[in-house]
C-alpha cells in the first residue's frame, strides 16, 4: 500500500447512468475495508470547483446499490474548463486533503481528470460509467446493460401496439457517437432495420428493405434510430420521408429519450460496478495513477487514461450481418 494514500476522493460526471450508485458504494466501502479516508465530491468538477463535498463512511452508503441515478449527483462545469477553475478544484482538493481521486463517467470526465493530474499533480484512476458503451479498454461500461433492458422492454411493448394496427414505428434510442444500444437492442427486440452512426446504409436501402418485409407478408415493422445516424437529419424527417414514399406505411415515431438512463441497475451492473470500483482503489493503493479500469474477457484490466481517451472501441459488424439474416 502506498504510504501517502490517506485519503481517496469519489465523485460522479457527465451524463448518468444505473449502477454509478454501485460504484460509489464501492468505492467507499474498499476504502473502509483498507482503512483510508473517503471523500464524496458532489456535481461532478463544478462541486469539487465549489467545495462541496463530504466525508463518507460504510453506512452513508447503506440502502443505494438498487437505486439508479447518483447520489452525488453530477453536471457538466464551463468552469473546469478555464485554468482558474481547475485552480480552485485542485485548492479544494488540497483543503479536504485528498491524495488520490476516483472519477466515474465518461470520456469528458477522464479528459478532466488527466488534465488535473497533469497540471496539479493529483493521482486520477477513472471508471467508465456512461450507457452509451463508447469507451475504449473495456467490454461494458457501467449502465449499459441496464439501459439495453429496459429499451427492448420498451419496444416489446411497442410491438404489441404495432401489431395490432399494422403500423411502422420508428424507435429513436440514445447514440450520438456510437451504435451499441441501437445494434444490440435491436436484434434483441427482432427490429426489422437498424440505423446506427457508424454505418451509412442510405435512404435507398432501408425503403428496399421494408419494401422486402411487406412482400414476404410482414404487416408491422419496428425500425431502430441512434440518435447519431446520419441518414436523416432526425428521426422524424426520416419518417416523414418513408410515408412519402411507402404510402401504404402508417408511420409513428417513439423517441425513447431519458428514459434509458433511469431505473434500477440490472445485476450485471451492480457486479460491474463494484469489481471495478474495487479495483480502482487497489490501483491508487498500489501507487498507480493516469490509469482506466475495464472489463475484458471477464476480467476486470486496466489501460493508460490516454489510450481510452485517444481510441474508440469498434461496433461489432457480425452483429449487423446477423441483423440482417434475422430480419427477413
Do not use: W
Amino acid at each position: 500500500m502506498a504510504k501517502n494514500i490517506k485519503r481517496i476522493g469519489v465523485m460522479t460526471s457527465g451524463g448518468d447512468s444505473p449502477g454509478m450508485n454501485a460504484a460509489i458504494r464501492a468505492v467507499v466501502r474498499s476504502c473502509a475495508y483498507y482503512h483510508v479516508g473517503c471523500v464524496g465530491f458532489y456535481r461532478g468538477f463544478q462541486g469539487m470547483i465549489e467545495g462541496e463535498y463530504e466525508e463518507l463512511n460504510a453506512r452513508s452508503v447503506r440502502n443505494i446499490i438498487s437505486r439508479g441515478g447518483t447520489i452525488l449527483k453530477s453536471a457538466r462545469s464551463k468552469e473546469f474548463l478555464t485554468v482558474e477553475g481547475r485552480q480552485k478544484a485542485a485548492d479544494n482538493l488540497k483543503k479536504a486533503e485528498i491524495d488520490a481521486m476516483v472519477l466515474i463517467g465518461g470520456d469528458g470526465t477522464f479528459r478532466g481528470g488527466k488534465i488535473l493530474r497533469e497540471e496539479h499533480g493529483i493521482p486520477i484512476i477513472g471508471v467508465p460509467g456512461t450507457i452509451d458503451n463508447d469507451i475504449y479498454g473495456t467490454n461494458y461500461t457501467i449502465g449499459y446493460d441496464t439501459a439495453l433492458n429496459t429499451v427492448v422492454e420498451a419496444i416489446d411493448k411497442i410491438r404489441d401496439t404495432a401489431s395490432s394496427h399494422n403500423r411502422l414505428f420508428f424507435v429513436e434510442v440514445m447514440g450520438r457517437d456510437a451504435g451499441f444500444i441501437a445494434l444490440n437492442s435491436g436484434i434483441g427486440a427482432g427490429a426489422e432495420e437498424i440505423l446506427i452512426p457508424e454505418e451509412n446504409l442510405g435512404l435507398d436501402r432501408l425503403l428496399d428493405s421494408l419494401e422486402r418485409s411487406r412482400r414476404s407478408g410482414k404487416t408491422s415493422s419496428i425500425v431502430i434510430v441512434s440518435e447519431g445516424d446520419k441518414i436523416g437529419k432526425n428521426v422524424f424527417e426520416l419518417a416523414e420521408y418513408v410515408t412519402k414514399n411507402l404510402p401504404y406505411y402508417e408511420t409513428k415515431v417513439t423517441v425513447l429519450g431519458h428514459i434509458q438512463r433511469g431505473g434500477s441497475p440490472s445485476c450485471f451492473d451492480r457486479v460491474l460496478a463494484s469489481r471495478l470500483c474495487v479495483k480502482a482503489v487497489e490501483l491508487i493503493l498500489d501507487g498507480k495513477t493516469d490509469l482506466m479500469v475495464g472489463f475484458l474477457n471477464n476480467q476486470i484490466e486496466s489501460c493508460s487514461l490516454e489510450l481510452a481517451l485517444k481510441s474508440k472501441p469498434n461496433i461489432n459488424k457480425d452483429l449487423l450481418r446477423i441483423s440482417d439474416i434475422l430480419s427477413t
